[in-house]
Structure formats: structure tokens, C-alpha cells
């Protein structure tokens, strides 16, 4: 079970978070401006977000590929304005990040608790780990969306790596039954392997799709299951972004 301190805490960042929306998601939408990153068809992309998540209550699992240290930023962006990620806390993602990626700096630690973020041992002890799944199982009790990166770590591979993931998605599936899953494959037109970020003046590739995982297997064999079910989602919408939205391969 959480402890009574992490349940205040993730609270209390839950609440200074949605208070400085406003203040930060202008900061977000400069910084992407700057970079020349853009979203053909925004509005398309955000209306086919709400049509795909659903607008039923309870929580949501947001499963993404991952290339660049801002992949969960830009996803951000695609699917919420400032005022919608005020207005419907839903649309807020919480993110996994590395913890050593937001150790790094001071400003990188401010801005990853303004942004929802929780982070996260890789190759933890069974013990954090479990603390970790117990926050998340906590948020999504509360009907929260949580942004995931099932591969565990940017592909090293230049594509979804189907051999050599996680399976710590399919244990939070586990966790909560019932909850929505939505699969997410956003890439830049021009990207062509892993890195720190996209190139300037990328022009980003949103692919979304609904997905229902489940298996009859219990335990470390059926989060296995469920993971692969989801890792390989991801590698679909991948081919169908190479073959039909000028993905570079």
C-alpha cells in the first residue's frame, strides 16, 4: 500500500501542477515555436484524441514509442491547449522520466514536478519498483492519465524495438482493470534514430488508435503478455506511418 506521505505528496503536485498550467504550457508552446516544431493538422489530431480516449470517467493509460528526451512534451502538445489541460485534468498527462535525466539540473527538477512528472529507477530494486506502481495505481484509482513509454528507454534501434522492452506496462494493466489504453506513435517526419532532441523545424507524425489488451495468463507471464500485445501496436502504427505519412525510413 502507498504510504499516507506519498499519497499527500503526489496531491499536493497534482494541484501546484494544474495551478501553473498556465504559466508553463505558454513556456512549452514558446519553446516548440523556437525550435520551428509543428503538427500538421493540430486540430485534427486533438479532436481524434478526444474521440479515441473517450470521454467516459476513469483513467487512461497512454502508451508511446520512444526516440528523443522530449517525446512526452510533444505529445503534450499535440493533444491539449493550455486552457484544456486547466479545464479537463484528464488531458494532463503524468510522465515516467528517468530519474537521472532530471537530476541533472535544478531548473530540469522544477520543471519536471511542475510538469507532472514521477521519476523513475531504471532497473530498480523490486521494492521501488513496486513504490512506483503503487503511485501509479494510486493516480489511476483517482481516474488520472498516465503517459508511458513501454519500451522502457529511447530505441536504440531507430524503430519500436520489439525484442527488448519493458513489461512494466502490462503490470500496471494488471493493477487496473478495466482501464482505457490508448496507443501513441509520434515521431518527426525526419527523425532517424534516437537523440536528445528532434531536429529544428521538424514536422511531427501522430498516429492514435484505442487498444483492448488482454490475456488469460496471470502474474510476470501475463504482464509479458500484455506488453507485447502493445509494444507491437506501436510497431504497426509504425510500417503504416513509413508506408503512408512520408515518414523517412
Same mark, same amino acid.
Given at each position: 500500500?502507498?504510504?499516507?506521505?506519498? =499519497?499527500?505528496?503526489?496531491?499536493?503536485?497534482?494541484?501546484?501542477?494544474?495551478?501553473?498550467?498556465?504559466?508553463?504550457?505558454?513556456? %512549452?508552446?514558446?519553446?516548440? !515555436?523556437? =525550435?520551428?516544431?509543428?503538427?500538421?493538422?493540430?486540430?485534427?489530431?486533438?479532436?481524434?484524441?478526444?474521440?479515441?480516449?473517450?470521454?467516459?470517467?476513469?483513467?487512461?493509460?497512454?502508451?508511446?514509442?520512444?526516440?528523443?528526451?522530449?517525446? *512526452?512534451?510533444?505529445?503534450?502538445?499535440?493533444?491539449?491547449?493550455?486552457? !484544456?489541460?486547466?479545464?479537463?485534468? !484528464?488531458?494532463?498527462?503524468?510522465?515516467?522520466?528517468?530519474?537521472?535525466?532530471?537530476?541533472?539540473?535544478?531548473?530540469?527538477?522544477?520543471?519536471?514536478?511542475?510538469?507532472?512528472?514521477?521519476?523513475?529507477?531504471?532497473?530498480? *530494486?523490486?521494492?521501488?519498483?513496486?513504490?512506483?506502481?503503487?503511485?501509479?495505481?494510486?493516480?489511476?484509482?483517482?481516474?488520472? *492519465?498516465?503517459?508511458?513509454?513501454?519500451?522502457?528507454?529511447?530505441?536504440?534501434?531507430?524503430?519500436?524495438?520489439?525484442?527488448?522492452?519493458?513489461?512494466?506496462?502490462?503490470?500496471?494493466?494488471?493493477?487496473?482493470?478495466?482501464?482505457?489504453?490508448?496507443?501513441?506513435?509520434?515521431?518527426?517526419? #525526419?527523425?532517424?534514430?534516437?537523440?536528445?532532441?528532434?531536429?529544428?523545424?521538424?514536422?511531427?507524425?501522430?498516429?492514435?488508435?484505442?487498444?483492448?489488451?488482454?490475456?488469460?495468463?496471470? #502474474?510476470?507471464?501475463?504482464?509479458?503478455?500484455?506488453?507485447?500485445?502493445?509494444?507491437?501496436? %506501436?510497431?504497426?502504427?509504425?510500417?503504416?506511418?513509413?508506408?503512408?505519412?512520408?515518414?523517412?525510413?
Amino acid at each position: 500500500m502507498l504510504s499516507k506521505r506519498d =499519497r499527500v505528496g503526489l496531491r499536493v503536485q497534482e494541484a501546484v501542477s494544474h495551478a501553473m498550467v498556465l504559466l508553463t504550457y505558454p513556456w %512549452l508552446w514558446a519553446w516548440m !515555436r523556437w =525550435r520551428g516544431y509543428r503538427i500538421p493538422g493540430l486540430s485534427r489530431v486533438r479532436a481524434e484524441f478526444e474521440a479515441q480516449a473517450g470521454r467516459e470517467p476513469g483513467p487512461l493509460l497512454v502508451c508511446a514509442n520512444h526516440m528523443t528526451l522530449v517525446d *512526452s512534451l510533444v505529445i503534450q502538445w499535440a493533444f491539449g491547449s493550455a486552457w !484544456r489541460l486547466l479545464l479537463v485534468p !484528464r488531458a494532463f498527462f503524468w510522465n515516467l522520466p528517468d530519474r537521472a535525466n532530471l537530476s541533472r539540473r535544478t531548473w530540469i527538477r522544477v520543471l519536471g514536478y511542475v510538469g507532472k512528472c514521477i521519476p523513475v529507477v531504471r532497473k530498480a *530494486s523490486p521494492e521501488e519498483t513496486r513504490r512506483t506502481l503503487d503511485k501509479i495505481g494510486y493516480l489511476h484509482g483517482r481516474g488520472q *492519465s498516465i503517459l508511458v513509454f513501454p519500451e522502457g528507454g529511447r530505441s536504440r534501434i531507430g524503430r519500436v524495438d520489439t525484442e527488448n522492452f519493458s513489461y512494466g506496462v502490462g503490470r500496471m494493466i494488471q493493477d487496473t482493470p478495466g482501464i482505457r489504453v490508448l496507443a501513441v506513435f509520434a515521431r518527426g517526419a #525526419g527523425q532517424h534514430e534516437f537523440s536528445d532532441y528532434p531536429r529544428d523545424g521538424e514536422r511531427f507524425v501522430i498516429r492514435l488508435r484505442r487498444l483492448a489488451p488482454v490475456t488469460s495468463s496471470a #502474474g510476470m507471464r501475463g504482464a509479458r503478455d500484455l506488453a507485447t500485445q502493445i509494444v507491437h501496436a %506501436l510497431r504497426d502504427m509504425e510500417v503504416e506511418a513509413f508506408e503512408t505519412a512520408g515518414v523517412d525510413r
